[in-house]
């Protein structure tokens, strides 16, 4: 086989400032797993407290109480993510995940730093988000305070190895995966 | 019968070239023949038409060879590194079982969702990028990422 002569173009994006659809997926799902889940939570309490009481709480988005413990929710959420692994559930995802400016991993003061500066870029009508688009390196203003910024961190090259070998046998191999699930 | 004399004649004349070969200094001698001339006078190539290589083969022991080889010293030579980066893996995977061994190993409808969705996301993350480096005129190519990250290309 000639495996030794052609060298392999580089196909992977591992590093690289991650752009504004990436970033907005990934936001995008993690808003919608920390609010399912904390529907969940609402939810679960109020089944033991109508099984305990035997009264029925209903949970109102006016309650001042609820909208205090959802934003110490996903400031906990966000916060713990990026302190634990520099990730939250929608950026892995999508591949992506936040690091210190210099490529360093990020450390949880920083990551505190990021998820307390995070609503800042929301004022003025999310104008602190434009930096995605705009600056260099991607960076929002609240990258800008925590010094961080986020970069791909899924392998390109491995997924393109796993279509090529999806597609030089699909049937060989997709009938062997049936061979194997049968017996 | 022998003749007496010429018994006597033949170990005079093996004692002559006894004594006349201690007496040489074969080193100095050697040193004075012109090795690389002499093996130039030698039609190499006819010399090894000559030479039966499957009966040679045949007397060899490779396997006592093989063990007189410092296996460890000779793959300590070797760059390792520089042979896997000439491997190309597409071809390698199109062409042998180790394709079906990645598909079976990671594959799944899940996996080809997520590398489906996060390349869709790449490339659209790509293209609005260059509109708006475009747009906002920038002769300077904009940094790709973190020097650490680029440079060690292993990712964080």
């Known amino acids: 086989m000639s495996a030794a002569t052609r060298t392999t173009r580089p196909v992977t994006s591992q590093g690289h400032y991650a752009g504004s659809v990436s970033r907005f997926l990934a936001y995008a799902i993690d808003i919608a797993a920390s609010s399912g889940v904390f529907a969940l939570a609402l939810a679960g309490i109020s089944y033991v407290v109508s099984v305990v009481t035997g009264r029925h709480v209903s949970w109102s988005k006016e309650n001042i109480l609820v909208a205090i413990i959802f934003v110490a929710w996903e400031f906990a959420y966000f916060g713990y993510s990026w302190a634990a692994n520099g990730k939250t559930f929608g950026m892995a995802a999508l591949g992506v995940r936040v690091v210190r400016a210099d490529g360093a991993t990020v450390d949880p003061r920083h990551a505190v730093l990021r998820a307390l500066a995070f609503p800042l870029s929301f004022l003025l009508f999310g104008l602190g988000f434009a930096g995605i688009l705009v600056q260099r390196e991607h960076r929002a203003l609240h990258d800008l305070i925590a010094g961080t910024v986020v970069v791909y961190a899924w392998d390109a090259r491995a997924a393109r190895l796993r279509f090529l070998a999806r597609e030089a046998e699909p049937g060989a191999i997709r009938a062997q995966l049936a061979g194997d699930e049968r017996s | 019968m022998t003749d007496p004399f010429e018994a006597l004649a033949q170990r005079v004349a093996e004692r002559v070239l006894d004594l006349i070969v201690s007496a040489l200094d074969v080193d100095a001698l050697l040193d004075r023949v012109d090795v690389n001339a002499l093996v130039g006078r030698?039609?190499?190539?006819?010399?090894?038409?000559?030479?039966d290589v499957s009966a040679l083969l045949e007397r060899a022991d490779v396997n006592e060879l093989l063990d007189r080889v410092d296996v460890a010293a000779l793959l300590?030579?070797?760059?390792?590194n520089d042979l896997v980066?000439?491997?190309?893996?597409?071809?390698?995977?199109?062409?042998?079982?180790?394709?079906a061994l990645i598909a079976r190993s990671s594959g799944g409808a899940a996996t080809e969702a997520l590398d489906a969705a996060r390349s869709q996301a790449v490339g659209l993350d790509q293209f609005i990028d260059r509109w708006v480096q475009r747009g906002l005129r920038r002769k300077q190519a904009t940094p790709a990422g973190p020097p650490a990250l680029l440079n060690g290309r292993a990712g964080p």
């Open chain 2, 76 to 80: 300590g030579r070797v760059d390792v």
């Open chain 2, 42 to 51: 030698v039609e190499i190539n006819a010399l090894l038409d000559r030479v």
């Open chain 2, 85 to 99: 980066r000439r491997v190309d893996m597409d071809s390698l995977v199109e062409q042998t079982d180790v394709g």
